[in-house]
Nanobody
Framework: QVQLVESGGGSVQPGGSLRLSCANS????????VGWWRQRPGEARVLVATLTSAGITEYADSVKGRFTISGDIVKNTVNLQMNSLTPEDTAVYYC?????????????????WGQGTQVTVSS
């Protein structure tokens, strides 16, 4: 049983930083990739960053140069360091894990999800 648990969300002023963590508190699985997604009220869930089992990282254009994904896929722990935060980064952030090989921008093609953690950026 996979149980992804996110932590590290909170409120921060513009220009500040937060570090999100995602860990599997259940049985360790052989994920192909773990992604951080975010969802604003009334909007679709959007992929922000991914880390593959090969160590490859990918980022949405909106966060390139500001966010860094890292971690250990084998140990099912992945982090998201978020710097230079702006109000547009305000959202609920979700950790998702995918078993099958290959990139996808579609949330339903991810197999496991955490409960989400709120990130609020405001002055």
């Amino acid at each position: 049983q996979v149980q992804l648990v996110e932590s590290g969300g909170g409120s921060v002023q513009p220009g500040g930083s937060l570090r999100l963590s995602c860990a599997n508190s259940g049985t360790t699985f052989d994920f192909n990739r773990v992604g951080w997604w975010r969802q604003r009220p009334g909007e679709a869930r959007v992929l922000v960053a991914t880390l593959t089992s090969a160590g490859i990282t990918e980022y949405a254009d909106s966060v390139k140069g500001r966010f860094t994904i890292s971690g250990d896929i084998v140990k099912n722990t992945v982090n998201l360091q978020m710097n230079s935060l702006t109000p547009e980064d305000t959202a609920v952030y979700y950790c998702g894990a995918r078993l099958m090989f290959g990139a996808t921008m579609t949330p339903y093609e991810y197999d496991y999800w955490g409960q989400g953690t709120q990130v609020t950026v405001s002055s």
